[in-house]
């Protein structure tokens, strides 16, 4: 079905090069329907999009009667916008996105419920051979600091080389069983399907807002998003930079990169800018709190 | 700020008329940024779109792997998809409407929970004086069977006059007193515009998907809708043959004009169709129903 | 996880045997944090609700100005909604259940996404040795005529027997190789879970309003969805009439059992009524829509 | 409609006193039902609710499977949940209130859209004659800084009288038009309504889930929000406090006195703590951003 409809998004493609009235994105027209590769078998492609950095502003000054056209006072209230939390002009661009991935990536995506969804069927049609197999260097063991995620001590590669193999078998053995249970015994495909691992990968048609996609993107090109998930984020927020620069560029300054601190922490800190040596035993914080503050501060130097 | 807005919408317009890789909808772009007059003071305008009729076919292709590029069998599919309550490739396509409305037309409109809003706010920025005055031959009497409607009876001519010109005193009045408050005693504008009576005119950017709008359509183009919402929704119809008119014929032959039948009015059907006589004493509904059922057959000649 | 969780829902379960002032639902009550088993290793267990039947026709009560505490009087009232579709009351009763079910079945349920979710996480936690194996009955070939279903002829006994036996060995294998690179290999969980087939069994509470529970319903218990997903969603029927009876039945009459049927459709039933005979040539009908059209008005005994 | 309500919900109150499987917070039923006057002639009063602390905590266990029952364990996770903005666990728990207030101040409130609703009906039924008339010291000028505020400095008691008085005259000449209209002209309730100010008093059911909840609270217990608005949301803090008193420990801690800190201002305050003298100048930051810093870390004492 993909090289089908591939072929099917190029045509349209070449036919629809044509005018409009509608505001463009020149980057975002670029890679419109081009297909990025993400992990083995998967990729992620921008089917269309509505919208530009100057439709948020446009938005916003309907109903703040605020903004004007003149390009860095554009910048200058998408940022304003951001810092203050004021999302409802980034409701006003939408993207689509068509995107191959591994159900167990997909089962994590789908968590985001404000978006429109239409993924491959497996009722309907037979999945195509096609697994996640990790890179060698992706192979960790269990963290022990982080109940959910990978530790970062590289395993032993002869180890690694064997869990490839074992998952690389287990996805084989899985799928010509599949094949056998359709072909020679036409077994239902809502049957047959049951047998395949989490690991096989689905196609899906995903549409969203940008306020929406920036908190997912918040949320999944996190360092404790698993790293399966954080590639096709990553890619993403290239799609976005391209897309929208000026809200690109707030959300990695005001929002990525930005940290929530309690009132708790700016009293220590103020206590510090007073010159008071801070510990935890005086901090009146939790050993998991105090971590976090001095993380958060990035106090590492400063604190005893 | 309405008229500057529109120069700027014009700009846009003249400006950003340029090539796109999207699908693009021909008829919808003909009526891009155009002002539709709406009741006394407000309008309706299409601000942006995202996919046709095409845009439906190949998220269902995705789904169900079915459909094609042929005109006849697109249309085909949008009705089976219609026919069936195939909703989500419908939530593929998205419209962004500029709407001017009366605040209690607002208020009805608000209730539709997935769709993105920015409305001008009477915090910011000062309202004009701008409110709704019924046509004369709107105004009239409450109706007895329907708590919620108005009477077809038409009211007396000279008391329909002498209503408008209470609606007319009681705005024009108001509106003064809130421009006294506000200009000559500077009260804050969050506390002046309480005076202001439900039927100002308030502005709003308003972006739905094409599933949510039908349904928008399906309750607000009703004839148990309040006239002033519907005149809205009846203008959006047009819009949307105009932008997907497959999905606009789907909707009107199977949503819109489509009822709802229970098995026992289905029973009954079958048992008039065998040639027995039906009435509401035999047919086992209550007094509403019944004559539910005769509306939604259109058994007016066929039932004692 | 699952036999702690139990013990400490039926240490609950004791110990919160209390007064409360809100209103209650007797049959619920005796449902509540019961474990029904599902399939071969899933359960529905009800963990929490808000409202009954009288919460519904108290916010109808509110909206309209209507209703009233005779008993009759709520059921007609509830049935004038469920009919009328004014559905919102119904979103003011809330559900909380807690399911086990295989994860092919929980991709199908969380596409509802008005809902409220917590599943079980595993790059958290071990997943146990539970996959789905199909009852021999339930075996069955692909339908020819629906892409998406089983066919109804049953499959011969030994294939039967001989595809159960794949789907178990490829689940023990799969499952053996789980365990064998988490505890031999101490893979991070994120990355063993990922050959795991999607038979296995997850868990999840699942909080919904029951507006969108009787859509679920709607969808979920229809003949056209996947059997396994049809079994939870019927004994989601049985709770719902325990907990609102009034609302169940209108929902059975007026919802579940109810069809749409088009303008066309009821000019071809008065025709009909008119003594004339109708056939698919003369009806102006596509061959799938006159298939619909006799189905829905179930006059296979009147037409030629 | 209010008072006949009230003797329902009274009787409601009385009869449902009884015994419950659910989980059940005391504080909370010790205010069920209670009417807590808001404004001139609003009010709030909780209806119905789901859940406890215990709730979250449970439903926290089934996704991480972490979490104990030992109620200080209890607290430590729910105050983890809250820093870390895992929310869903929050949405495990509802509640539904019965809300009297003007309709100025509905607008605000409606702009959440994850939630249920069920309003008066001025179309259905005749809206009596309360009004919100500000209290003599809420009078006040617009704010010349904050585009969308009042001033701090009280108006002159004199001109705030004779405000008070516009405000009552133009209330209560509008009732008397709609009541003329709908009794001596039998108007239709939906055209008469048209004529009331946005001050008229209306009620609504509202349910919505605690993390939404929390959400709503941080936006309009704010300083930024309006003060009617932030009058409601005042006393629903307290009523989430007798609820869940844990998670709102959290949400004070956590999020309502927490601030959002860009990676820029981390690294002044670096540089500070490294004894540097900052100011706007040598911060790179532009003058609103400066402020918003100095603000986040209340650095008034500290820079020049």
Redesign the interface.
Known sequence: ?QEN?IK?IE???EE?????????SPEM?KI??KKFPMLDHGFIRV?????TD??IV?????????GT?KKQEDR?LI??LM?HGHT??F??C?I?L?IKL???VM?HW??H??A??????A???VLSNEF?I?ELD??????EIN?????DIA?DQV?AR??IN??K???S??YE?YA???ND???????A???????VYT???W?I?LHNLLHFLKLRADSHA?YEIRCYANKILDIVKAWVPFTYDAFV???Q????????C?EL??R??KGEKISQENSGL?K??WM?FIN????QD?VS
């Open positions: 079905m409809d099917n045509k349209m493609r629809s090069k044509t005018e409009t009235m509608r505001v463009v027209e419109l329907y089917i269309d999009y509505m919208g100057a439709s446009q938005a916003a000054r309907v109903s703040y009667g605020v056209k200058g940022n304003y810092r409802t002009p409701e006003m939408e689509k068509h591994p159900i167990f089962r789908i968590r419920r404000t429109n969804v239409n993924e491959y069927s009722r309907y049609s996640y990790p992706q192979i960790a063991r269990q963290s109940k959910q995620g990978k530790s395993m180890k064997e869990i074992i998952i078998e287990v996805s053995d899985a069983k056998h249970m359709l015994m036409s077994l239902a495909r809502e049957l399907r049951t047998i395949l691992p989490v690991s196609e899906v048609y549409k807002d698993q300054n005001y929002r990169n930005a940290v929530s601190v309690s009132k708790k700016i800190n103020k510090m800018l939790s998991g709190e976090e958060a501060f990035e106090l400063f």
